[in-house]
């Protein structure tokens, strides 16, 4: 399976395209990154995602895998000699893990992204005030499943590591466009510190959005939107 073509279709900006970034590495997958331009879809794009019409896509010998945390899996299951195992062994924790991803997409993507761009300030202060639920929840879950060691996956960056990695960099973002701390070290210490470990882990900081660059998208599609 190692010398077979494997290609990816993303945007750096994009949280879900790090995620299948931040697997490849975790079990050294040699890849073709395949750029999309924002707010296009390429032909190529449209060819192998023709369902959601979204990336990230996966393309394994001329077959696509599409959504983001599927496409972990895949390559989990399909490279599970190389590196380390994403999912966790342990059926229940493997469901535990596969829980909070969920939750993950289902709480902080909306949050994050009606404080950026929802206009109502009341609207906004109670996405704030969502999203700071949520992360109190997830500090709950970091404390569950790491059992005490680095990461959710324990010793190593593992499935929900990733599901939730991802989105460091837009919640910094956020915090500086909205001048409100959400990995506050007061209030949710252990994922405070395990964010700082994602970042700066061989598997991912080369692949995490710096949030400067991030920054500087933001304040484009912010000028775009004004216009």
């Not at 342990?90 to 902080?108: G, M, N, S």
Request: aromatic share 12%; glycine share 6%; hydrophobic share 40%.
């Amino acid at each position: 399976m190692a010398s077979e073509k494997v290609k990816l279709l993303g945007s750096w900006v994009s949280p879900f395209v790090i995620r299948a970034r931040v697997a490849l590495n975790i079990k050294s997958v040699p890849y073709d990154f395949l750029e999309e331009k924002f707010g296009s879809k390429s032909d190529l794009l449209l060819k192998y995602n023709p369902v959601y019409k979204k990336m990230p896509v996966l393309i394994h010998n001329d077959k696509s895998v599409c959504e983001s945390l599927i496409i972990v899996q895949y390559l989990d299951d399909v490279w599970a000699s190389s590196g380390w195992s994403i999912l966790p062994v342990d059926p229940y924790d493997r469901a535990e893990a596969r829980f909070w991803a969920t939750y993950v997409d289902d709480k902080l993507y909306p949050n994050l992204r009606d404080i950026t761009f929802t206009q109502g300030e009341e609207a906004k202060s109670d996405a704030i005030k969502q999203l700071e639920e949520a992360l109190t929840l997830l500090e709950g879950a970091f404390h569950g499943c790491s059992k005490g060691k680095k990461f959710f996956g324990g010793d190593k960056v593992g499935f929900l590591d990733i599901a939730l990695g991802s989105y460091i960099a837009w919640v910094m973002v956020t915090e500086e466009f909205n001048s409100v701390k959400l990995l506050d070290e007061a209030k949710v210490p252990g994922l405070a510190k395990w964010a700082k470990d994602f970042c700066e882990d061989d598997v991912a900081k080369e692949i995490v959005s710096s949030t400067e660059k991030l920054s500087e998208f933001m304040k484009m599609i912010s000028a775009n939107m004004k216009k």
